[in-house]
């Protein structure tokens, strides 16, 4: 990697390393709704301390940018709107962690590739070939049949928390679209820091209007909500990365990892037996993301039979941090 820790789109860095950077972020950010139920706390509120945990790091990293388009700055309607759909996102989507099972409600979360990619063929002309549709399609329907195959006794209220990861996709796409705009004009870590900033006391409403306990009641709380910061700052921070550097279809599909790494912790951890169906549902996801990484040499070329030019490239890196939801 570069010097600098979140690159604009001139600065387009080692190229070879941008999938395995994904699939790691990826995987990482499998642990946050894992994170979540440890956190001891509100589902708002831990959205909260995810963001406070967080700042700090996000700050740093984005205070050692040594180009024009990095360091601090100020924030913009772009980055105030950003920062209004990613408390949308994490409060509907922690509430549904906390009401279904942890492989629903981050794999209905992560349906929003759908929205990606066809944004990235309509709007970025990123074309996709027939092995790729193919790889979407399998990956999706594996993500379906996980949901669909839950057994009925995977959380508190199963079908409303399937309803708020749902919701939660649609915030997602609403957060990327604002993000697109705020991406033509300033860095990804800044992006990154003043969406956070300004969504922290946001969050911090939110956990107050609904009567959420807000400090963690144990030492375990306080060292999972940490854990959230840190997720946040490497798993998005690793993701937005990456995309900048490899197709948005493929990223779209890769980033399916993180339902499948969380459903395989809450099945270990709380005993979230994951049914017939969502074994193959996993199965077909794991299977998507492979045929994805075989079509990445042909998808996303900026254009049928052409390379991609730096406009692409710059289109790339608007999509950033909307590569992988705010889960």
Known sequence: MTGRPFPTPSDPGPAKWALPVLIVSAAVLGLAPILVRFADTGAAAAGFWRFAFALPLLLLLTRRGKDGAGGVGRPTKWMAAAALFFVLDLSFWHYSIAMTSVANATVLTNLTPVVVTLAAWLLLRERPKGLFVVAL?????????????????????????????????????????????????????????????????????????????????????????AGLGLVHVAGQGGVAWSLGRLPAALTSVTVLLQPVVAAILGWILFAEHMTAPQLAGGAAVLAGVVLAQLSSGRVGSGGPGGPTTAATQQKKGAEAEAAAPSP
């Not at 995977?154 to 609403?174: C, E, I, K």
């Not at 993000?179 to 922290?200: C, D, N, P, Y």
């Not at 609904?210 to 306080?222: F, K, N, V």
Request: charged letters at 10%; a positive charge.
């Open 137 to 225: 399609a399998v990956a999706v329907a594996g993500a379906l049949a996980m949901s669909m195959g839950a057994d009925g006794r995977q959380g508190s209220n199963p079908r409303l928390g399937d309803v708020f990861a749902l919701v939660t996709a649609l915030w997602y796409a609403g957060y990327f679209l604002v993000v697109k705009q705020a991406r033509g004009e300033s860095s990804a870590g800044r992006i990154m820091l003043w969406s956070t900033a300004l969504g922290a006391p946001l969050l911090l409403a939110v956990a107050a209007v609904l009567r959420e306990p807000l400090w963690p009641g144990s030492p375990g709380g306080w060292a999972a909500c």
